[in-house]
């Protein structure tokens, strides 16, 4: 493992091109999301079962008859949990709205409504799970919000200079040679603090609309994410041995 990171360093240091471990890039994929419409659809269907065109309660509620409708599944995520759409939030807030919602459309409470009722209680909660952990976790939020302005994350590492690169490579090559959990610790005890400061970081750059740097900074913390979660991996090798 040290000589393949140490022929990566080799080729970051005598070219612009600069390649990834196909580990990482594997990795690196669980953090894509998918696209996103920057503008939810405004028209609202009749309600299924009194026919009305009424405003909906929490966006999934007829005003007139009560009735759970379809889930609409490109409902913006922000609207869905009743918050502004920008990056900076109180993480507290954003529960609370969650289990409040929930509450609202949880299954159980339409275990004596009719089939169609129970199908929409269980797509709605669903929807909500994951509209939820979107915008908990910022790397994810960054991404959405992102793609809501119609731009998308660089796959690649291309947004990122050879200096980065080098001190990722670095890292993974901690983590390879760690020979106990304390080491491993303390790696993760300085992602950890990397990673809240790349957190208000990115709260700036999309106040300020900084796309470039927005990107940019994305991509960094996947990097991160990918060394946080090759630490974990260590840490279960080290106990199972």
């Known amino acids: ?96 709205s969650f289990r409040q919602l929930q509450t609202l459309v949880h299954p159980d409470k339409f275990s004596n409504k009719t089939s169609r009722e129970q199908t929409n209680s269980a797509d709605w909660s669903s929807l909500i799970n994951k509209a939820y952990k979107t915008l908990l976790t910022p790397i994810e939020r960054g991404q959405y919000l992102l793609q809501m302005e119609g731009d998308e994350m660089p796959q690649d590492n291309s947004a990122l200079n050879k200096e980065f690169l080098m001190a990722m490579m670095d890292r993974n090559e901690e983590v390879e040679e760690a020979e106990d959990t304390q080491s491993l610790e303390a790696l993760n005890a300085q992602l950890l603090k990397e990673l809240e400061e790349l957190t208000k970081k990115l709260s700036s750059l999309f106040e300020a609309k900084d796309l470039p740097g927005v990107k940019a900074t994305l991509v960094e913390m996947k990097y991160l994410l990918s060394i946080q979660n090759s630490i974990k991996q260590k840490q279960q090798s080290l106990l199972g041995s």
Request: net charge positive; with cysteine.
């Open 1 to 96: 493992m040290r000589s393949l990171i140490q022929g990566f360093k080799t080729a970051v240091r005598a070219t612009n091109y600069t390649p990834i471990n196909r580990n990482v890039t594997v990795q690196l994929e669980r953090f894509r999301l998918p696209q996103v419409r920057k503008f939810a659809s405004k028209s609202q269907p009749a309600c299924w079962n009194c026919q009305t065109k009424s405003d909906l309660r929490q966006n999934m509620i007829c005003a007139d008859c009560g009735h759970l409708q379809d889930v609409d599944a490109g409902i913006n995520y922000f609207d869905l949990l009743s918050f502004p759409a920008k990056f900076t939030l109180e993480p507290q807030k954003l529960t609370q």
